[in-house]
Structures are given as C-alpha cells and as structure tokens.
C-alpha cells in the first residue's frame, strides 16, 4: 500500500517513531452539579477499593499526556470517538476584538507559552503537523472497540495529507465515508473561490461496525401523498418498482414468466420473489409488473 513519509515519522535506525506511553495520574480539579449522595456514593466505593465511575468528565490537558494515561482504563472499550483537531499549521496566535460601545479595537498578540508550543509542535510545517497526527491516531485505535467508529473533523489544508495517515493505522478498507460539512456563511477572499465547508472522515476499527440509522416521522401531508394504501392489517403503504438499472434476465412469478422493463433488472433473485409472492409482499400494477408494498412502519 501507498505510504505518506514526513520528516520524523521514522528515527535512525529506520524505525517508526511511536507515541509517548506516560501514564500520569488524573487530578480533580471542580466536580459540577454533584449531589451530595452521589459524592458518598464514589467515597464509599473508592474506601471499598472499587472502580468509581467514569463518566461526563472533562479533562484539561495536552493530549500528549491524556491519552496514554486513559489507555490503562479504556484501551479497546471506545465506542465511538470524534475529534476536531486544528486545521491549518499556520503560527499567528494573535487576535483581535472590538472594545464594546466604542470604536476601538484590541489586538492580543502570542503569548511566550504559545510561541514555544508553536515550536515544539508545529516548528516543522506539515511534518510536525503529521507526526503529532500520527502519534493521536495510533492512540485513538488502541482506544476502540472493534466495533467503533472515529470521525475526524478538517478543512482542505490537511485533509488529504490525513486520510493517508489514516488509511495507514486503520486500514483503506475501514475509510467508509468522507462527509462534506457545509457552512452558513463563506470565507471569502477576492483572489480565490470562497471556502464553503469543510471535510469530516469517518473511519471504523473493523467491517463489525455499528452504524444506528436516524430516522424522524413523515408529515402528515407526505403520509397521505405517498401512503395512501392500506392493507388487511391496516398498515399503510407504497408500491415500489421491483426493478433496477442495468439488464437482466427474466424471472419467474408464480406461473408467469415475465421480463424486466427495458435496460432493467429484477433486483430481486429467484428466491426471495418467491417468498414476496409467499407472503403478499409482491402485487401487480395495472400493466402486469410487479411491485413491492413499502410499509410506513
């Protein structure tokens, strides 16, 4: 398979540089909106000597040092993980606001703090954009379960770079979508198209992954357009072809041979129109083809 190479990714003796494995302590800083029964809750189980629990917290921290000290806990046990790291390696970390009620404006320039964690992290442009992914994803995989998901959430300066780094730890295969997220409003600049979204990747661990669909109810209007049917059990229902795009042979309904319209194909097989015709799934439109009732249901 195709492999990206940056500056760092392997060290001297042609090995690739892993991710630091620092298990530090967590240390609690405010707990919020704990009742006081809860609080002797996880005091008596931690005096029992037993696992409290883990739960709505929100941990402040470099992820150099978080993620290595969450796997002992949770290695192989993460359903589902999102991230939004930075987009662009650029080092301007100042900005500017408006003072209220008046026409002047502050400017915060970089702190000496953010100035050196410019350089440690991103002193190399995109090569020290990719190790510092690198080293995360490696960790993001150890921490799912085989049947979890990873989205990762980028704009066009690094998205490509990314996806190669991620088809690398978790697998082309395990690349199931690309998902544009469009904004309300553009950047716009004169000199070029404006920028109108951005990119979320959505990677699995392994083919056993969970996806829950979304559903949400049908208007009453739409309801009574298209389910306008109903049958001895009172469901409702649509008849739908049973044809697809692309040729096919005919195929058999109870004692009729009947043929495909043209350029189509029955996109069920033999089989399973047996068992449509068995259950009352299958009816015939006017013209003679076969349909398929869709349930509202």
């Given at each position: 398979m195709t492999e990206l190479i940056w500056d760092g990714k392997y060290d001297k003796d042609g090995r690739k540089t892993a991710p630091l494995r620092v298990a530090l302590p967590?240390?609690?800083?405010?707990?919020?909106?704990e009742s006081a029964a809860d609080r002797q809750r996880t005091l008596n189980m931690f005096a029992q000597g037993r696992e409290t629990e883990w739960r709505?917290?929100?941990?402040?921290?470099?992820?150099?040092?978080?993620l290595p000290s969450l796997l002992p806990e949770f290695a192989g046990k993460v359903?589902?993980?999102?991230?939004?790291?930075?987009?662009?390696?650029?080092?301007?970390?100042?900005?500017?606001?408006t003072i209220p009620d008046s026409d002047e404006s502050f400017t915060k320039e970089p702190s000496?703090?953010?100035q050196k964690a410019y350089r440690d992290t991103w002193g190399r442009g995109m090569d020290s954009y990719l190790q510092w992914f690198y080293e995360t994803s490696v960790l993001l995989h150890e921490m799912l379960t085989e049947n979890g998901s990873l989205y990762v959430h980028l704009d066009w300066h690094a998205v490509h770079y990314v996806k190669?780094?991620?088809?690398?730890?978790?697998?082309?295969?395990?690349?199931?979508?690309?998902?544009?997220w469009k904004r309300i409003y553009s950047h716009t600049n004169a000199n070029r198209y404006g920028m109108?979204?951005?990119?979320?990747?959505?990677?699995?661990?392994?083919?056993?992954?969970?996806?829950?669909?979304?559903?949400?109810?049908?208007?009453?209007s739409y309801k009574a357009s298209h389910y306008s049917?109903?049958?001895?059990?009172?469901?409702?229902?649509?008849?739908?072809?049973?044809?697809?795009?692309?040729?096919?042979?005919?195929r058999r309904f109870g004692d009729k041979l009947i043929s495909p319209p043209k350029g189509r194909h029955w996109a069920w097989?033999?089989?399973?129109?047996?068992?449509?015709?068995?259950?009352g799934k299958i009816v015939y439109a006017s013209t003679g083809q076969p349909n398929i009732k869709q349930y509202l249901d």
């Open positions: 967590f240390q609690t800083v405010e707990t919020v909106n709505n917290r929100l941990i402040w921290g470099d992820k150099k040092y978080v359903n589902l993980i999102y991230i939004d790291p930075p987009f662009n390696v650029g080092a301007d970390f100042s900005f500017t606001t000496i703090i953010e190669v780094v991620l088809d690398e730890i978790f697998g082309y295969q395990n690349a199931i979508n690309q998902i544009t109108i979204d951005d990119t979320i990747l959505f990677y699995v661990k392994s083919p056993a992954y969970v996806f829950n669909r979304i559903y949400k109810p049908h208007s009453e049917q109903t049958d001895e059990d009172g469901r409702q229902y649509r008849l739908v072809t049973l044809s697809g795009a692309g040729p096919g042979p005919a097989t033999q089989e399973k129109i047996d068992e449509g015709l068995a259950t």
